[in-house]
């Protein structure tokens, strides 16, 4: 961490200030500069605050110079983490499709859907069972029922299954569930995160609206330090001023997170663009940038869909969508999960 | 809800379209327009999602045209909603401060702070027990401990006391306390805002750092729907590509929020900028523009803090600044609370 | 447009409403509904405002149900605009690279750019003459000698070239260029728009930082509005509260704008990300989903660049980008020009 | 500047970037910590882009630690820059409020309002001669006609005019007029800077949409290096994600301006909001805070303006609110202009 000091600070101020750095254990030098004097630490700096600084009157700016996450870190794991999900692997040289429903609605529609995504070659089935929607009237979903619905889709065709958590309390409920999702407006829903630590499941990590590509990033790391480093990352749209799309896809997020990360990085293509047309181009430009994997909203009947029926596929758009995926993951030289 | 319609679009998917909206129990009215044909619906469409009916290939745009919220609505309750916290009145005419220490870190000091604030002409005494903190490794609070320090505070001083819960799951920790705040990474943490919807205490709202005011008012609405109506939103400041400030204080989030509900509207000048010489000037605007109170982090010793030192104010500027608050909020007709 | 009025309006305010609209030329429709009266326009109205009806006091929201703009429009006009420059074809299944340096700084230099991404396989030169810098004292530009300079390196090569126009004073230096950009900081200076609008040039039109995709297609508009309908539209990020990139690449904005308009679509990737080894990466997604071009800046030392260093690449990286980006273009069907 | 070296750099590739620091006439200090080594740059670096040093493959991050305008800078210059605009000051302990239509329409109109906003205190008068459109088919103002009109209603009531410029080629139209504006959408336009700063009239330079409050300061600083010192920022609203209002009127530019800079800073309340309601209590926000003046649109029949009539007050709201701001002016301790 390097600390950037006003003009002509105080001998006086600057020893205080020096004095207080040694307290907490950490050496510094000092730099005197044409108009500032920058104050180098030396030592761990990863627990520290950078703005807390500048409480200092003498304090300019601060600039943290070490990243904050250890065990997320490339740097620390050069190598790509690959997660084994009942022998299907994610990430690595892998492709992976995840593909269902935005919600889990009845016995028929899971099993038709499941049916249908796997026959065309998704690797992982997705079913919201506990819903976060913005309205307290909307449907929240079938909870319990949800997820037995979905071990029974996965009985029927051996899909491993992913699907949101919201409160820590249902945790029992997912015992059999393959991957836990953590959604965009929980991601920094630090109770669940520390809990979910504790837990031997792969976690799907959504980034949250707002947050940046550090904050998604120490979001892992919560779960990480608490012991579980099975962890794909998850892009699915940023909030801007464009309203032409539902969230505007940050799609440098997937080079810049392969080079900070050895983590998988998917792309959610549905709930980025918020209608349906628009998953086709999106999941192209996912594969050639290098994306681990997609998750697509899958309804076999779009139009009477419980929650985010606009950007769904209907099942032959998706078996289509799929062969070119194929094509393209190939291209890439890849190999479809 | 109204449904614009592509041009020229087929009488028979018009007629289905018509038809499912039937099924629904509402009923609709068509305009023809030069370019486009209108079909308004007619009956309770707060249920409904407006994206979903994108999927109707004939239909080119939707737009809602009544509110989703209800009982935070201020034309269901045109009068302002006043909140009483032990005798002290929040809301109205009632201007009132909250102020306090980030995190409560010591029982010495909290019963100076507290004893501070209260001297000053703070009405409630905040302090946070435990911390949404970004990074893992970052002081969490001292949770239950820390409430317990919290109530000896409240003792020694008779202030009522505001702290954030993370967790439902420590909800009885929270017995004693007079206001829960949720903080704003957790406004839409649905299942935290359910249950607090059986409390019977106040809840203290704040914005999330990317959420819309629609939103944040859905989020009231979630919690008022349980059946507890005793809500204060809070404006802290939203993400935006300025740099200067921590966030970007929406102030002209106050007066649209206190024509679309009769809830109390506080603003938090310290988490909007993040550094402290900005908390004067900003709670200068928020009296007049017309906020019915603040939030201000007071800090004993800002430069020790744990947690947020920039941005607190120590006692001697805390009581400086009171003094300019009760002159400002007389000048305005209300009362210092 | 649609006017939805506010609950219960007073007849006399609508009848008034309804006369105004008649006076405008326009014919009206009025539909009842449960909370609701919405009022619907029929006529031309793409020069009216809809925020200017907000004026009524019984007026609550308005809605635009046609685009603005018409020149633009892909409904006007279903086939793609195939642009031809000097022989070299923009658009259509033509894959075009434009490279070259940001500015133009010496003779030597320009040859030997040129030189180098003609082998590679460029359509077009760029070099700015005229730079927008963001601070006076930083270097803005050769100005005259740096057109002279890109027609020397045009002679040398044979390939066509881009360069940027500030001010339209300086039109008549570009008499002999072959397209003439637009900077995003330009995209709305109307009067720039409207000159080059009489000029029988292409214009490279770039989005601004905070300019909706709307606002594009109404610059580009702006243009064809006097008869100039050779425009090339080009992505080149926005502004976002990230700070991982210099901008944003929104690249769903390809897949929309091929989908509103038949005007050709670029992507800049090198002031997206504002780094280097981002080029890379971006241009595959671009390549994949659909963009008629990329603009890549290539400098022969890119250490001593007078402007934007950061973000060029080399010529031996820039070969084998093209070398990649050839084999990419003809996965995608289409034809490196 | 500071420059952040990667981890265990090779120290030839250090040896050759000290090397080409010291070729541009800078001194250099090295400083190891832990993780990283730093270098620190000691002489002028204002004309230097740090991205430009990311080039350089040992290189991490650069961080400017002197701000690079320096005319506009307070600290070159701590009193308040006050303007005198015939005989009428701005900043200093004046408070200005400007106002008048957003387009001059009519001879009648011009002199109706400029009266009604004399008598109602107004001290400048504003009227758009040049409009800057998204749309080519709305009205883009009378341009020279109207310039001529706003001289008249000077004539007639001795206010000083203020009206906005667009192409620099129209300059000899605005000899007669007072106070040139800039407007967002030209902020950076820097040719047209370039020349306004070798004119000898006040102008008022409003915030783009999109930019920092230090490209603000940067093009304030392009007219100021060119000789013209006179110069009024003015705040109007930034490209947000909430849709409530047109633009989120950053407030805290204000004091972070007026502490960073010594010229006055004005807020436009009617661009920031866009609805005629929200201009009163934005422009008391604005007044607690500490804004040097306001621009206020108003309109003698607001339904019938040409453009942005949604937000413009009526002659007798503006009599109201200026009885408000005369009273709120003087509680502050300024004089109203």
Same mark, same amino acid.
């Given at each position: 961490?390097?600390?950037? =000091?006003?003009?002509? *600070? @105080? ?5 205080? =200030? ?10 510094? /030098? ?11 630490? !030396?030592?761990?700096?990863?627990? #520290? ?13 601060? /600039? ?13 794991? *050069?190598?790509?983490?690959?997660? %084994?999900?009942?022998? $299907? ?8 499709? !995840? ?16 049916? %249908?995504?796997?026959?065309s070659g998704a690797s992982l089935l997705r079913g919201g069972a506990f819903k976060p929607r913005t309205s307290p009237y909307a449907f929240q979903g079938l909870h319990g029922e949800g997820i037995r619905l979905? =071990?029974?889709?996965?009985?029927? &065709?051996?899909?491993?299954?992913v699907t949101e958590i919201m409160d820590i309390n249902t945790l029992d409920l997912f015992a059999d569930v393959d991957v836990i999702q953590v959604g965009a407006r929980n991601m920094q829903n630090f109770e ?9 499941? *792969? ?9 940046? !590509? ?18 794909? +990352?998850? @892009? ?6 464009? &309203?032409?799309?539902?969230?505007? #896809? %940050? ?5 810049? =997170?392969?080079?900070? &990360?050895? #983590? ?15 998953? @086709? ?7 050639? !940038? ?15 869909? #419980?929650? %985010?029926?606009? /950007?769904?596929?209907?099942?032959? /758009?998706?078996? &289509?969508?799929?062969?070119?995926? $194929? $094509? $393209? ?6 190999? +479809?999960?």
């Amino acid at each position: 961490m390097v600390l950037i =000091l006003k003009n002509n *600070p @105080e001998v006086k101020k600057v020893d205080e =200030l020096l004095e207080k750095i040694a307290e907490m254990g950490l050496k510094t /030098q000092v730099v005197g500069g044409a108009s500032h004097t920058i104050v180098g630490l !030396i030592g761990d700096t990863s627990h #520290l605050i950078p703005e807390d600084f500048l409480h200092y009157e003498i304090v300019d700016t601060v /600039q943290r110079i070490s990243e904050s996450y250890k065990a997320a870190n490339r740097k620390m794991h *050069p190598d790509d983490t690959i997660i %084994d999900i009942g022998g $299907r692997k994610i990430g690595g040289g892998t492709f992976s499709v !995840i593909a269902g429903p935005c919600s889990v609605e009845s016995e028929e529609q899971m099993k038709e859907v499941a049916t %249908d995504v796997k026959a065309s070659g998704a690797s992982l089935l997705r079913g919201g069972a506990f819903k976060p929607r913005t309205s307290p009237y909307a449907f929240q979903g079938l909870h319990g029922e949800g997820i037995r619905l979905l =071990l029974e889709a996965k009985k029927a &065709t051996g899909l491993p299954i992913v699907t949101e958590i919201m409160d820590i309390n249902t945790l029992d409920l997912f015992a059999d569930v393959d991957v836990i999702q953590v959604g965009a407006r929980n991601m920094q829903n630090f109770e669940l995160l520390k809990a979910l630590g504790h837990s031997d499941k *792969p976690i799907f990590l959504k980034r949250g609206l707002a947050n940046t !590509i550090d904050e998604l990033l120490m979001s892992a790391e919560y779960i990480m330090s608490g012991g579980n480093n099975n962890i794909v +990352l998850c @892009e699915r749209g940023i909030r801007t001023f464009e &309203t032409k799309t539902r969230n505007t #896809l %940050d799609i440098s997020a997937v080079p810049i =997170l392969k080079k900070l &990360t050895h #983590l998988p990085v998917f792309i959610d293509p549905s709930h980025a663009a918020g209608i349906s047309w628009m998953v @086709e181009p999106l999941s192209k430009a996912a594969i050639a !940038i290098g994306a681990d994997g997609l998750m697509i909203e899958v309804h076999n009947n779009p139009k009477k869909a #419980l929650c %985010d029926g606009a /950007q769904s596929l209907n099942p032959e /758009q998706f078996d &289509t969508l799929m062969k070119d995926i $194929r $094509r $393209r993951v190939e291209f890439e030289g890849k190999t +479809l999960a």
